[in-house]
């Protein structure tokens, strides 16, 4: 429900009520229930309700019929990224879902707010995807309160702490159990290298995972936005690639010691940085920082992207299926066994280690965010990015997403080391393929020592 001021909410709390259970402790919440005296909609049968039905990922039938009245791979593209990306109004509930969060928390805790981060708000994020959530703490703007001498007395949690940060979210999850209603589910996994709160919200039904004050994670989900504003086709390329890792099982909901949607989205991000379609992060910085100087400021009409833009040599207008079929080349060929990705610098560079994938963490570059992957999956993921390339070069345009979407073919020719087939029409250019055993020894000597 929503009205239409702050005085419609008072009044509306104003003339709730508790349940008159006895001996049962309550707290007041953001949320109320109305039961009418009479019976509402009496002859309506309920399997004609469908509850969050515009949330949920569509079918692969669905998706193979809307396909289907698509001509071209591009266009294809597009129809599936519309299909598959979260609506405003699933944007909205997850916003909402972090703010009853934070309504609760900021009780206990008032320098405390909870925030979305991850795919629910970088622009990448498809229907049905979990929501990451962060605590992140209030620092307040205002200087004339800091020299006071009059504070509050308090247990301090430093939240930078592991420990800490572990009975932090253990005693979060306990509130959450006792006073948030509609969550369920809770599982606090306090021993993981990010230690977070598993639930699940039944009143917008999502599943969440909650962190403690991670402002990296933050960042990068902005910087993720911004380079989903630079160019329209961005998205279009990032959900396509993501949905064939997924049908591919290159990714998984689970984490583990295969790559994440994070890490493909930034081998993504490089890979066009390559093709001067996306700036480096420093290049990015520093016209944003000409934008905040004292001559660009003054000057309504200027805009950072735009000055960019006119600074690259060349354009780049290749259409989405040349950048997806050259994406698969691209990577089918990486010599991942000594270089490095680093999207901060827009190039690749030698390896710090020897993780068999290394993409750098662009807010720190001592950090490897990929340093699950493991040289198994990184095999299978090049071994996949070859048989992509060859699925495109040997079909017609019309069929190619369908072919690296469709689950029930790829299951049949799915990455692996026991499949004897023979893969035909690579280029002389690209590696063996991944068909066996031996095949796999030859490959191995590009991507892990």
Known sequence: MELQSTEDVRLLRDIAVFKTDVECAQSVTPLFSFKPRNKIYLDKPKENISIYSNFKAPT???????????????????????????TDLDIRLRFYTANEISYYLSRLFPNICVVPFGSSVNGFGQKGCDLDLLCKTIVSSNTKINWRKFLFMTQSVPLAERNEQKEFLEAVGTVMKICIPGINDIRKILEARVPIIKFYNSYTN????LSSTNLIALHMSELLYTYGQLDWRIKPLVCTIRKWARVMNLTKEQPGHWITNFSLTLLIIFYLQTKDILPSVNTIKCFVELSKSDSKAADPNFNWIESWK?????????????????????????????????????RYKS??????????????????????????ELTRLVDC??????????????????KLINVE?????????????????????????????????????????
Request: charged share 25%; glycine share 2%; with cysteine.
């Open 385 to 402: 990015f070859q048989k992509a390339f060859n699925t495109m070069l040997n079909s017609a345009e019309k069929d190619v997403i369908l």
């Open 206 to 209: 999502m599943k969440c995972d």
């Open 351 to 376: 390896k710090n280690d020897f993780s068999p994938l290394y993409i750098h963490n662009p807010f720190n570059s001592t950090l490897n965010v990929s340093k699950n992957v493991t040289s198994c």
């Open 60 to 86: 692969p039938n669905k998706i193979d019929k809307l396909l289907e009245q698509v001509d071209s791979a591009s266009d294809q593209m597009i129809a599936l990224y519309n299909c598959l990306k979260i």
């Open 409 to 449: 073919e790829t299951k049949k020719t799915n990455c692996g080391f026991n499949n004897q087939k023979t893969q035909i029409g690579l280029e002389e250019k690209l590696l063996p393929p991944v068909t066996n055993i031996n095949s796999l020894k030859k490959i191995q000597g590009n991507i892990i020592k």
């Open 310 to 346: 006119k600074s690259i040599k060349r354009t780049n207008d290749e259409d989405l299926h040349n950048l997806l079929f050259n994406f698969f080349e691209y990577y089918s060929i990486f010599d991942f066994k000594t270089q490095a990705i680093c999207i901060r610098d827009g």
